[in-house]
């Protein structure tokens, strides 16, 4: 069965302190990972889509990566604007969905 | 603005109704998605049209039926509404059936009391 998690499930930082979010998955084949941001009460914004181990991308202070099991999403020098409950979501080979994990609930402090 | 939107974005209503969700989009996408926020924010996916065409449709109680008059409206039936249903409802949007990232509107917060 196709599963992705995430962890941690909450990280409150204090303003410029880097750090990283996982995504482990298990899927029957990738046809892309995604990440995505959501704010309170709103719906998930896209961020990056990464297809094959080894890609990188990067927008302003995020950089996603990708390996053959695991994604990070990687925060440089966050601010409070950054917190938000960021969701990994894989699609499997051959299928039109998008199976998501749970997030991980970022708090940035100033 | 270009967007997908839903409405109502928020549904109170009684058990053993039957209520309705709108979605459409004007991103000139041609695939459309349902899809369910738990409590615990999990995204669980329940149906999915391509040009009007159901493509994905998995367990869901069939109370709820998904209707799609056009490749940009998406459209959510439920009948006989029970407690367990409250939930967000999101619809999102993607072009073709390809790997293109899908674009969600900003959910419809339904609660049965």
């Known amino acids: 069965e196709d599963q992705v998690t995430q962890s941690p499930e909450a990280l409150r930082l204090q303003e410029g302190e880097s750090s990283s979010l996982n995504c482990s998955y298990t899927?029957?084949?990738?046809?892309?990972l995604f990440w995505y941001r959501q704010d309170p009460g709103k719906g998930p914004e896209f961020l990056f889509t990464?297809?094959?181990a080894g890609e990188e991308k990067e927008k302003e202070r995020l950089k996603a990566t990708l390996t053959k099991k695991e994604s990070f999403l990687h925060i440089t020098a966050p601010k409070p604007e950054d917190s938000a409950t960021y969701l990994c979501a894989v699609q499997p080979q051959g299928a039109q969905k998008l199976v998501f994990g749970q997030g991980t609930r970022l708090t940035i402090n100033p | 603005d270009t967007a997908v939107s839903q409405t109502p974005k928020y549904l109170v209503t009684q058990m053993g109704n039957d209520k309705s969700i709108k979605c459409e989009q004007n991103l000139g996408h041609d695939t459309m998605y349902w899809y369910k926020q738990d409590s615990k924010k999990f995204l669980k996916i329940m149906f999915s049209?391509?040009?009007?065409?159901?493509?994905i449709n998995e367990t869901v109680p069939n109370r709820f039926s998904p209707k799609s008059p056009d490749k940009a409206h998406l459209n959510l039936h439920i009948n006989s509404l029970e407690l367990g249903d409250s939930a967000v409802y999101f619809c999102?949007?993607?072009?073709?059936?390809?790997?293109?990232?899908?674009?969600f509107g900003n959910g419809t917060r339904l609660t049965v009391t």
């Open positions: 990464l297809y094959s």
């Open positions: 999102a949007s993607r072009i073709g059936t390809g790997s293109s990232p899908l674009h």
């Open positions: 049209y391509n040009n009007k065409e159901l493509i």
């Open positions: 899927v029957s084949g990738l046809r892309g």
